[in-house]
């Protein structure tokens, strides 16, 4: 059992969801992320994605793609990503995925990354380009070593596609709200519970809703049929707009608040 299930077991058992925000390493520094990742944790966030910055991302939005790029061109590379969270990890009270491209996890090599990953404090990865038809080697290599990879499934993906992509996946699976890229939207789509609601009766995996949640009533509105929620975009403009890294770290520990206190209101 990775260290990601038994927080969803945790949470389960106490009749919780999970709040799950993403941070772009290295944005505007690794010294802040870590110090983003901490605040998040005492925040109340269940677990937190970690994007490695790459530079042809296929789904993420301007807020997100022009982090990467900040970032990128600080000269960031994933050894100085995997040095910072272990140094971070001992501090936190959540489990970390990092949100990897699977050219960069090729490059590395599958074996290799997914070590590596792990022995710096990652309990699992979501690749957003990875097929599930391409997946059965990364997927053993994951298994072998209880690290969840996490598939993605969207509004159009075929209820067929649904079932095998929720048969491959461990630890949860990421729902796409949206058709189009990542970033805060005023209004969720039409239909989105009775999609996530289909999926949620015929897997015991849980379901973590992503995409355009950006607000207290999007929790409220989302939170009945999933078991967690991921905020990336808002997250990451907050942080982008602060005047010092005191700053930044402040309004992401607010919306942080705000978010998490959605889910029991």
Known sequence: MSAID???AELR????KAFLPFLTAGDPSLAVTAQLLEKLSECGA???EVGIPYSDPIADGPVIQASYTRSLEAGIKLKDIFSMVAEVTPRLKMPLVS???YSIIQR???ERYVDDALKAGFSGAIV???LVEEAPELRGICRERDFSLIHLVTPTTPNARMLEIAKSSTGFIYFVSITGITGERNEL???LLEKVQWLRERTELPICIGFGISRPEHIRALAPVADGLIVGSALVRRATQAATPEEAVAEVGKLARELVAAFDS
Do not use: E, T
């Not at 058992?13 to 919780?16: D, E, I, T």
């Open 128 to 130: 957003p380009d990875l």
């Open 108 to 110: 590395v090599g599958k």
């Open 46 to 48: 269940a677990m937190a």
């Open 13 to 16: 058992a106490a009749g919780k």
């Open 99 to 101: 949100m990897a491209s």
């Open 189 to 191: 789509p039409p239909g």
């Open 6 to 8: 038994q927080r969803f």
